[in-house]
């Protein structure tokens, strides 16, 4: 599996932001989705992650009620969507594929698209 993220951008803190997770492959809808991100100076957190079929959504807790992470499979696209964004938001985003249900093993990345927050 490959992907490509976009949609990132620069916005003011209290805006919204879409980022974008494409794929290729003929798999993509048996891949858990998951997205993290890197602030500058700071290691990689886990954001959220979404089961194969999109039942099944996970959060962490600095974004929970503010972002929502959805998939198309048809599209092979997977979305974060960035609500209320805060300046602590600025980071590069990347989307991860997991071949497991469960786990923090993601196997495939994107190349990362940056989301700068402005206060």
């Known amino acids: 599996v490959q992907l490509q993220a976009s949609g990132g951008g620069l916005v003011q803190a209290g805006g919204s932001l879409r980022v974008s997770c494409a794929a290729s492959g003929r798999t993509f809808s048996s891949y858990r989705m998951g997205w993290f991100r890197q602030a500058p100076g700071k290691e990689r957190e886990f954001v959220a992650a979404i089961n194969w079929s999109g039942v099944s959504t996970y959060y962490a807790d600095s974004v929970k009620g503010r972002f929502t992470i959805s998939r198309d499979n048809a599209k092979k696209t997977v979305y974060l969507q960035m609500n209320s964004l805060k300046p602590e938001d600025t980071a590069v985003y990347y989307c991860?594929?997991?071949?497991?249900?469960?786990?923090?093993?993601?196997?495939?990345w994107g190349q990362g698209t940056l989301v700068t927050v402005s206060s």
């Open positions: 991860a594929a997991s071949p497991l249900a469960t786990g923090s093993r993601y196997d495939y």
